[in-house]
């Protein structure tokens, strides 16, 4: 079965630098979620999206922005990196139920290492 | 503020103990769903209850939930090995439906 593919799977930055991650969410998924995990922490929230458009913000720095395309895929946009962006970042997908949150399926995530 | 702690940060058992990890939240919410993580890999969902549930079984797994209390409890019953892991629960809020929160983790390691 098709699951989320999240690419690049590692990445290393400058700092200051520009980086862009990908996300592609399980096929009829209309639901795509992104998180920041810090060694040994837990996922923090960022940004979701509901049917391409943005529905709810966490903890998401103005450095970060991020949209959804209209082949339903994602991209995390981080701008001005810092060391302290070195993280795994994950995005999830999800169908929405009528009784709130389905369960979240994840990619393998996106390790971003900022020099 | 984290939405879910979880109780304890790490626990060590023997292979075919039992494992009970706890989780508190602050809000009202819609569901809680349990996860489980391997180092360094993505999140695999384990089991969701909903608000209106107190009880719920997968397998080796028995979540509890009580909304009183805004907690929730899994139980992993004859663990083994390869269940060593970190469990995370997360929680959804009325209104809220694409922002979910997760805990802090259970660390757990079963020895063999």
């Known amino acids: 079965a098709a699951g989320v593919i999240q690419s690049p799977r590692h990445l290393i930055k400058e700092k200051r630098e520009t980086a862009t991650l990908k996300c592609y969410p399980i096929p009829r998924h209309d639901t795509v979620y992104w998180y920041q995990q810090g060694p040994g922490q837990d996922p923090q929230f960022l940004i979701s999206?509901?049917?391409?458009?943005?529905?709810d913000k966490g903890s998401i720095p103005d450095r970060f922005s991020a949209q959804q395309f209209s082949d339903y895929h994602s991209e995390l946009n981080m701008s001005s990196l810092e060391l302290g962006d070195s993280a795994l970042y994950f995005c999830?997908?999800?169908?929405?139920?009528?009784?709130?949150?389905?369960?979240?399926?994840f990619g393998e995530g996106s390790r971003l290492t900022v020099l | 503020s984290q939405q879910g702690e979880e109780d304890p940060q790490a626990l060590s058992i023997q292979e075919g103990e039992n494992a009970t990890m706890n989780c508190s939240y602050k809000?009202?919410?819609?569901?809680l769903q349990w996860y489980r993580q391997n180092s360094g890999r993505g999140l695999v969902h384990l089991i969701l209850i909903r608000s209106n549930e107190r009880e719920k079984h997968s397998g080796r797994l028995r979540v509890t939930l009580d909304t009183s209390k805004k907690s929730s409890s899994l139980l992993i019953t004859a663990s083994r090995a390869a269940d060593t892991a970190s469990y995370f629960c997360a929680t959804d809020a009325p209104g809220g439906y694409q922002k979910v929160t997760f805990g802090t983790g259970t660390k757990l390691q079963v020895i063999p």
């Open positions: 809000t009202s919410i819609n569901n």
């Open positions: 999206f509901y049917e391409k458009m943005q529905s």
């Open positions: 999830a997908s999800s169908p929405s139920t009528l009784r709130g949150t389905g369960e979240l399926f």
